[in-house]
């Protein structure tokens, strides 16, 4: 019966148009291939279930609460919090961290009433007490008032900014300069003017924390090479030439400071600017901490190193701390600083630098050409501390190059190898001298870094603690040996106690 049935249909089905070729195919396909004809069964029956399936809506179907159980959900919900709770660390620090009433100056009276030795601030020649700098300063405050009140591009550019800019480009012996109203996001802005995402910066991974802002604002692609290594650095820019050979032409640049702020340590700019050359890299030079220090005249590690200052592309350096007046600049070619007044943040959207404080850098480069026995006074204080702490000391050992007025002081190898110091215990022994220290009336301080974020790759994990002792011309040769004396006996006591 079933066999008469389906002969039936069949003959119905031969009737209809193509039935024979289609037939055909079938018996063909099913004795050539009968795993081809099983699988393409299965898709016409699922295209024959699609065809037919009903319609559905893909658009999400809200869940309507009442308002007692959204009052519910919100009881329950815990925000994580902005900041992450106060360590026992921090907070002895801050209710321990002393505060000064008045200048601060080599001598600086506390607020609770009393006076010490400061050898934690970057009054390196004492350009505090120069009383030609405090009457220019007070001149200016009475002709330009307290500050601009507005950003350089709407109408907070003033005639003293101008000359200001003339004269660190002068004194730098570049074509131009540009100078920003704070010296910190100095850096953290050039570097995002000009390098974008799918450019590429190489940079030192010791490198100071305003640069690594620079460098996640940009959204460069960063590669690190090992501090201060030439041959590491060579190695990575081979690299990187090697396999950008062809690909699309991006822009390229190296990042590294002067004298470093982490490390205390000079950066080997003959080699850094030979490199940079032969592998076809721009060089953007941070000198926050070099200039006004090195060289004759204090023009910075380009002088020191005998450098034309034209063969680095930027040079980034600070008007505040040593030369006691505030902002930061950048020097280069015309094109590169006049790019920056229209596409570098901290420029564009800040508020000018105060007239009062660019006149106070200006005046401070002047002093510096004009009387050179600044610097050779001071550099006379930093060998005297140096033969106090370094070669003494059982403890320390100082990472600084022997011309930089901060001395860093960190615990050597073996010390923490035998004491089995992590770095929480090595912060903790070094706050522990500090206020030994100052206990017996020398002020100094400690590297500072941000709390560490081991999601973020500009993280500097790699940084130790250390002590800062900042010198100054501002003190006697005598007082800068009693100082040092000073340290090296409260670092003892500190570690001695340590099992």
Request: aromatic letters at 8%.
């Amino acid at each position: 019966m079933a066999q008469r049935y389906f002969s039936l249909i069949f003959e119905e089905f031969q009737k209809l148009p193509g039935s024979a070729i289609l037939i055909r195919y079938i018996k063909s396909s099913y004795q050539d291939d009968p795993i081809r004809s099983f699988v393409e069964l299965v898709l016409v029956i699922f295209a024959v279930r699609y065809l037919i399936a009903p319609k559905y809506s893909t658009s999400k179907q809200e869940i309507k609460l009442s308002e007692e159980e959204i009052d519910e959900l919100v009881d329950d919900w815990t925000p994580e919090p902005l900041v992450s709770p106060e360590t026992p660390f921090e907070k002895a620090e801050n209710e321990k961290r002393p505060v000064i009433a008045g200048p601060t100056g080599p001598k600086t009276k506390l607020s609770n009433g009393r006076t010490v030795t400061n050898l934690a601030s970057y009054n390196f020649y004492n350009f505090i007490a120069n009383e030609t700098i405090k009457e220019k300063a007070i001149q200016t405050l009475r002709a330009y008032g307290v500050g601009p009140c507005g950003p350089p591009n709407f109408y907070g550019t003033q005639d003293i900014h101008m000359k200001s800019e003339a004269d660190v480009a002068s004194f730098l012996g570049t074509p131009a300069c540009i100078i920003y109203a704070q010296s910190f996001s100095t850096i953290s802005s050039v570097i995002p003017a000009f390098s974008k995402r799918g450019d590429i910066i190489v940079a030192d991974d010791q490198v100071n924390y305003s640069i690594r802002e620079g460098l996640q604002i940009s959204r460069s692609t960063v590669v690190w090479y090992k501090h201060n290594d030439m041959e590491d650095l060579q190695r990575v820019l081979a690299e990187i030439v090697r396999d950008q050979r062809k690909k699309p032409l991006t822009r390229r640049f190296i990042v590294t400071e002067g004298l470093f702020e982490n490390t205390g340590d000079m950066v080997d700019l003959p080699k850094v600017i030979e490199l940079r050359l032969r592998y076809k890299f721009r060089l953007i030079l941070d000198e926050t901490w070099s200039f006004g220090v090195l060289g004759r005249t204090g023009r910075g590690i380009t002088e020191h190193q005998n450098i034309d200052p034209e063969e680095v592309d930027m040079i980034i350096g600070s008007l505040s701390g040593p030369l006691c007046g505030g902002g930061g600049f950048c020097a280069g070619s015309e094109d590169i600083v006049e790019h920056q007044r229209v596409s570098a943040m901290a420029y564009t959207f800040s508020a000018a630098l105060p007239a009062m404080l660019a006149t106070t850098s200006s005046e401070t480069l002047t002093l510096l050409q004009t009387h050179p026995e600044m610097i050779t006074s001071l550099r006379e204080n930093i060998k005297v501390m140096w033969t106090q702490l370094d070669p003494r000391s059982d403890w320390v050992h100082c990472t600084s190059a022997p011309e930089n007025p901060i001395m860093i002081l960190v615990f050597k190898p073996e010390v923490i190898s035998s004491k089995q110091l992590s770095i929480a215990d090595q912060e903790q022994l070094l706050q522990d001298a500090i206020d030994e220290a100052l206990a017996n009336g020398v002020m100094i301080t400690r590297l500072k870094s941000v709390p560490r974020n081991p999601k973020s790759k500009m993280d500097n994990a790699g940084q130790q603690p250390g002590l800062k002792v900042c010198i100054t011309n501002g003190l006697s040769r005598k007082e800068i040996e009693k100082a040092g004396v000073v340290i090296r006996h409260a670092i003892t006591k500190v570690i001695s106690k340590r099992k």
